[in-house]
């Protein structure tokens, strides 16, 4: 089936630095994928909808200028986490739709990205 | 409002014993709904994924069920192994044009010796 790899799987950085994390999906191709936040204990939520050659669209409530969204190729999207503080500290997950969904849309997420911000 | 609400919260069973899970919707127009199982620190893994037309699916010792009508699906474990131990996921999707995935809270499962 489509996997889709996701790095890192966790990271520790200092506030007020930049983290980028990379959203892959191998052997398919990815028009779109989506990038969610989780916090300990609660459903996933989505952050924004990441679109190949486009500015990505983001939920409401979610800083644009601080959660920077590039889907360079149809195969890479990236979340960079710019001047993170603390309250950044999460767990991020992407997702992209798996071609073989059909006429079912069928979508596969990553491993996760544990962010904690010290 | 589109919602899905899950019970339990959380469960507590012993190995080799049968548990059931809830699932209740309000999402409109609805495309489907699917299950999710995700260990701790881990993305979520599709177990179970059910269109308008289908009442029960399968995937091992994961059964899902779904009540179009009445807007509710169920997932039975049977015979519970140490490795069911996770959080559950239910997550409908809306046909909205694009495609929206609503996320149920989960219901946290432990599976003890």
């Known amino acids: 089936g489509a996997v889709v790899s996701q790095h890192p799987s966790r990271v520790i950085c200092k506030s007020g630095t930049s983290v980028k994390i990379e959203c892959r999906s191998l052997d398919f191709q990815a028009t779109t994928m989506f990038w969610y936040r989780q916090f300990p204990k609660q459903s996933l939520m989505l952050m924004a909808t990441s679109n190949e050659g486009s500015k990505a669209t983001y939920e409401q409530g979610v800083e644009k200028d601080k959660f920077l969204i590039n889907h360079a190729s149809l195969t890479l999207s990236t979340l960079t986490v710019t001047s993170a503080h603390p309250e950044d500290s999460s767990f991020y997950i992407c997702?992209?739709?798996?071609?073989?969904?059909?006429?079912?849309?069928?979508?596969?997420f990553g491993s996760g990205t544990r962010l904690t911000v010290v | 409002k589109n919602q899905v609400e899950q019970s339990p919260q959380s469960l507590i069973i012993l190995e080799g014993k049968n548990c059931t899970l809830q699932?209740?919707?309000?999402?409109?127009?609805?495309?489907?709904l699917r299950w999710y199982k995700q260990d701790t620190g881990r993305g979520p893994v599709s177990l179970t994924i059910?269109?308008?037309?289908?009442n029960t699916k399968s995937n091992g010792r994961y059964t899902a069920t779904l009540d179009a009508d009445t807007k509710q699906s169920s997932l039975h474990i049977t015979a519970s192994q140490l490795s069911d131990s996770a959080s559950y996921i239910c997550v409908v999707s809306a046909r909205t044009g694009t495609y929206k995935y609503i996320f149920g809270t989960g219901t946290r499962l432990k599976v003890l010796a």
């Open positions: 997702s992209a739709r798996d071609p073989g969904g059909g006429l079912v849309d069928g979508y596969t």
């Open positions: 699932c209740n919707y309000t999402v409109s127009p609805f495309s489907n």
């Open positions: 059910m269109t308008f037309s289908e």
